[in-house]
């Protein structure tokens, strides 16, 4: 019999080692049920830094186009991009740019800032390999859902301040963006964001001291860090325990001077979009969460991404 793996030894926290210990099986189960023979993604390994990185490039139809970097959700914890692979597939068709799913590294092993580091070398190292692939890294765009729209924003604020690249534009999916609040003192929309379970992913993700950081709550952003970010464009799941947080970092974003549309999509439930992208995964989670969704979540995600998409046209056009 295969011995069980026990991430992370040295927690002892009763009830993040009753969470860790599921871990190793979901992650394992959860890629199971990937069919690698449907992705339409070029698995590519790149080197960064002394490490490996595997990432999925979906290719534009045209030559020197823009490039979008795709972050999965999943607390940080869980996750992959093989999972987001349509996803990836409908932005690059629907925009004609091409399209890189990220797979950075997972907490615990890898707690902040490793997942925000694999991402912004991951742009540095195209930017630097640009002509060989063919994007123009002039023109980058980001998206990214629930824990990978953090990194998004995280990214956009940090390219800013360094300067090395300038991202096009930005576009959260029900981001979460404040883990300075504990998820008993946020108000809750459904029952698919449990508190026990929001506690765990933050907890095992950044330090206490390290929470209140922009990079990883971007909502606690000075307006001077805002000022001269990418356009935004934020979508939040209407009956979510995050919708409230994204609505109000695009309030700030506009305060600041940022071209930012924000809005609550209808009837949606978090992770609607990776829902509906990747039924298999959909069809084994918890039936009595699914029997609280709209069963047009489906209608609205794809809408959801047909929207995200001309956002990104309409940007890099106007660059």
């Known amino acids: 019999m295969a011995k069980r793996v026990r991430l992370c030894p040295e927690i002892t926290d009763p009830e993040l080692r009753g969470f860790l210990d599921m871990v190793p099986s979901v992650r394992k189960y959860m890629r199971g049920i990937i069919d690698d023979s449907l992705l339409k993604g070029e698995k590519t390994s790149i080197t960064l830094k002394e490490r490996e990185l595997t990432v ?16 999965h959700g999943g607390g940080f914890i ?7 692979d349509s996803i990836c597939e409908s932005i690059k068709e629907n925009a004609d740019v091409n399209v890189v799913g990220i797979n950075y590294r997972l907490s615990p092993e890898f707690p902040y800032p490793a997942p925000l580091d694999d991402v912004y070398d991951t742009i ?26 953090t ?10 301040k360094s300067g090395d690249f300038n991202v096009t534009a930005q576009a959260l999916h029900y981001p979460y963006l404040d883990s300075t609040r504990m998820p008993s003192e946020k108000k809750h929309y459904d029952v698919d964001m449990d508190a026990a379970v929001m ?16 990079y990883v709550s971007p909502i606690m952003a000075k307006r001077e860090e805002l000022e001269g970010t990418a356009a935004t464009l934020i979508l939040t799941a209407d009956r979510d325990a995050l919708k409230d947080e994204g609505l109000e970092y695009g309030e700030h974003l506009r305060a600041a001077g940022v071209d930012t549309y924000a809005a609550a ?8 979009i990776e829902d509906a992208a990747h039924e298999p995964s959909y069809e084994v989670s918890d039936m009595n969460k699914r029997k609280l969704h709209d069963p047009y979540f489906r209608v609205w995600a794809k ?17």
Not at 78 to 84: H, N, R
Not at 151 to 160: D, M, Q, V
Not at 199 to 214: D, H, I, N, Q
Not at 303 to 319: G, M, Q
């Open 151 to 160: 990194l998004a924003a995280a990214i956009s604020l940090r390219s800013k």
């Open 56 to 71: 999925y490039i979906h290719r534009a139809e045209g030559k020197n186009r823009p490039v979008v970097f795709e972050m």
């Open 78 to 84: 869980l996750g992959d991009a093989e999972k987001d």
């Open 124 to 149: 540095l190292f195209f930017k630097k390999h640009a002509a060989e692939y063919g994007f123009d890294m002039e023109k980058i765009g980001l998206i990214g859902f629930s824990a990978g729209a």
């Open 265 to 272: 999509i209808p009837g949606t439930h978090h992770g609607y």
């Open 199 to 214: 506690k765990s992913f933050t907890e095992l993700y950044s330090k206490k001291e390290e929470r209140a950081l922009s």
């Open 303 to 319: 809408t959801a991404l047909e929207i995200s998409a001309d956002f990104f046209t309409r940007r890099f056009e106007k660059e």
